[in-house]
């Protein structure tokens, strides 16, 4: 998927941006490499997370924010991005991809996290140690990370029951095996993740975003249902009851049969005349490279207003080399990617400066030290 098609994409259409309707999308055919005029009379986004503008997630490769991305250049509303659940323990790995997740029942089970040098740090933190809800666990990872210059903590499961606990996590014990660790031999060295997103498009009751006949659900959707903060398996409840609801709705607006015909039967197709195929794509991995690092160094689980600052700037600089090689170029799933991940970050860098309190998943220090004063 490439864009939407609303009003903007009809010839001599007047419009009013508050005021849109979707008629369809641009799609890219990966068999072809031609972009497709798709029209439709209701479209729906389930397009995921947005976990790979970081460096660290635990979301697969896909989810780069697409829908959020296309949503936001369509215009449509979208709130609540600066709420991003970061997960305190994923495997650390050099290689790009998703990472694997160490579950917190680990930690429940009585593994304790130390420094890569072995030293123990939760009781600084919290009285419940590592048994501290996941923000602040993440945020005391993240803080020791910073002062040591770390690029991971550790997780020591030596002393534990090695007979009970492979009874209870034996893929996560293979897993580490795998990767060159043995849980009861080496200390794990663990990172924070990106988890899931909080926000996204907003949507009624019904899965219906504010441009009309656009659905959204799923982790791409601000529903609402999480707040500043995730529970447990509220995905789940955001994906099947969002997208059963946003069905029914779609079975009664086909009913009704209201749709504007004669835009949708004014789509242009495709131009993409004068464009050239990318040779290299190494400049779309540096600067994806480039977005990932600047958004976990210094827009990550803790925040600053000088690092945000200084994040906004290079996000500018960022989307204008993107906007350049998409005025020339035709179109690759790579560069698309890019372009929304760009969108994305654009989104969380500008709503964490707007956000006046630290809640849930949100934390600026400067707000700390300015309710202090």
């Known amino acids: 998927m490439i864009d939407l ?18 008629y369809g999308a641009y799609v890219l055919d990966l068999k072809t490499q031609q972009v497709v005029r798709m029209s ?10 947005c976990g790979h503008v970081y460096k660290n997630t635990t979301n697969p490769l896909i989810a780069t924010g697409d829908g959020i991305g296309i949503a936001h250049r369509a215009k449509a509303r979208i709130s609540n991005m600066q709420y991003i659940q970061f997960h305190p323990t994923a495997f650390y790995s050099n290689r790009t991809g998703q990472l694997s997740l160490i579950s917190e029942a680990v930690r429940g089970f009585g593994a304790k996290l130390t420094t890569a040098s072995g030293e123990r740090f939760m009781h600084k933190y919290d009285d419940r140690e590592e048994l501290a809800s996941r923000d602040i666990v993440a945020r005391a990872i993240d803080n020791e990370m910073k002062l040591r210059g770390d690029d991971y903590v550790c997780l020591d499961c030596r002393y534990l029951d090695k007979e009970a606990f492979l009874e209870h996590f034996p893929n996560i014990y293979q897993q580490c095996l795998e990767d060159g660790y043995d849980m009861f031999k080496d200390l794990v060295p663990v990172v924070p993740a990106c988890r899931y997103l909080c926000g996204g498009i907003d949507v009624d009751v019904y899965g219906q975003s504010t441009i009309k006949n656009m659905f959204a659900v799923g982790e791409c959707s601000n529903t609402g249902l999480h ?5 447990a398996s509220n995905s789940l409840l955001e994906a099947l009851v969002y997208g059963h609801r946003a069905a029914l709705k779609t079975v009664e607006r086909l009913n009704e049969d209201s749709f ?30 480039q977005l990932q690092s600047l958004m976990s160094d210094l827009v990550g689980i803790v925040r600053s207003n000088s690092r945000l600052s200084r994040a906004r ?7 204008r080399s993107v906007k350049e090689i998409y005025n020339f170029s035709i179109l690759s799933p790579q560069l698309s990617e890019l372009r929304n991940l760009v969108s994305v ?4 860098i500008n709503q964490s400066i707007e956000q006046t309190e630290n809640k849930g998943a949100f934390y600026n220090k400067d707000l700390d030290e300015h309710a202090k004063d």
């Open 313 to 319: 700037h290079k996000e500018e600089e960022i989307y």
């Open 5 to 22: 098609i609303t009003e903007h994409h009809i010839p001599h259409e007047p419009f009013d941006k508050y005021n849109l309707n979707c």
């Open 40 to 49: 439709s009379k209701i479209t729906l986004m389930a397009t995921g997370g």
């Open 260 to 289: 504007n015909y004669n835009n949708l039967n004014r789509i242009p197709e495709w131009d993409d005349k004068g464009m050239k195929v990318m040779d290299e794509m190494v400049l779309l991995n540096y600067l994806r490279k």
């Open 227 to 231: 707040g500043a903060n995730r529970l």
């Open 345 to 348: 970050a654009w989104l969380i």
